[in-house]
């Protein structure tokens, strides 16, 4: 069984207040740097004060004492999971991690699912590089660095979930229904596949947010996402 996070990445926190007002059953959301960008931490407390789990996510990828102090306010903020990205290296997730106290789950973005094979070797500047390998070589080291789980795309799942054993947390965007488009995220799967595979908390947006009924996307990425282990 994995949770449902809808992604609210909508330009108005009214939006998304009036999106969750149709949505009675959610109880993790997404915040991203669109949300957060426009509104800013006041948000934060109005989804808090509604009950909800936020999952901020907002990739920090700086210095680690930038990084920490960030923690330290996602923290104060009553933020239940918050992403750095694992590129920013072992002294920064460590630092990340000793932050975040006892509440406040860190995970480490991987290799981001819009990039294919060709676009995360220019972007690395190195040849050969094989994605799945990435994804667990930098999923390992945010293990030891003290970080709850990783983000990954869900062909990578089940490797991460190897490496990493029964207790991390792995968060998974990319999931779409059968017949929706991908957009600009290359590597996607349906809700089912990634729980089937380890997955424990999976990521929707558009999906949802575009859907003629909202309610009824929700409840079908539920249905598949709990089915799995129940």
Not at 141 to 162: D, K, Q, S, T
Request: proline share 4%; with cysteine; aromatic share 2%.
């Amino acid at each position: 069984m994995a949770e449902v996070i809808v992604a609210l990445d909508l330009t108005s926190g009214l939006d998304a207040v009036r999106l969750l007002d149709r949505l009675p059953d959610v109880r993790w959301v997404k915040v991203g740097s669109i949300l957060m960008t426009a509104e800013g931490p006041d948000l934060i407390r109005v989804l808090a004060d509604r009950g909800l789990r936020v999952f901020l996510d907002l990739k920090w990828h700086d210095i680690p004492n930038t990084v920490a102090e960030a923690v330290g306010a996602a923290r104060a903020l009553g933020v239940a999971m918050a992403t750095v990205h694992t590129l920013g290296g072992a002294a920064m997730m460590q630092a990340a991690a000793g932050a975040a106290g006892d509440h406040l789950a860190i995970v480490g973005v991987t290799v981001l699912t819009s990039h294919d094979a060709a676009s995360y070797r220019r972007a690395v500047g190195r040849t050969g590089v094989d994605l799945a390998r990435e994804v667990e070589r930098l999923a390992a080291e945010a293990a030891e660095c003290g970080l709850a789980g990783v983000v990954c795309a869900p062909g990578e799942i089940a490797p991460v979930r190897r490496r990493l054993g029964p207790d991390a947390a792995i968060v998974v965007p990319g999931i779409r229904g059968r017949s929706d488009a991908p957009g600009d995220q290359v590597r996607v799967a349906t809700a089912a596949a990634a729980a089937e595979a380890g997955a424990t908390h999976l990521v929707v947006g558009r999906p949802i947010l575009l859907a003629a009924d909202p309610a009824a996307a929700f409840r079908g990425f539920l249905e598949e996402a709990r089915c799995i282990g129940s």
